[in-house]
């Protein structure tokens, strides 16, 4: 149970720091075309 919880966790937490990461360099494309 601790290791489903803990992989559903850290899957959230990459699929946050993909859409976090995208969301940075998509800002930086648009201020600087």
Not at 6 to 13: D, I, K, L, P, Y
Not at 23 to 31: E, G, N, P, R, T
């Amino acid at each position: 149970i601790g290791g489903e919880s803990f992989a559903s966790s850290s899957s959230f937490v990459g699929n946050f720091r993909a859409i976090l990461l995208l969301k940075v360099q998509f800002q930086y494309w648009i201020s600087d075309p």
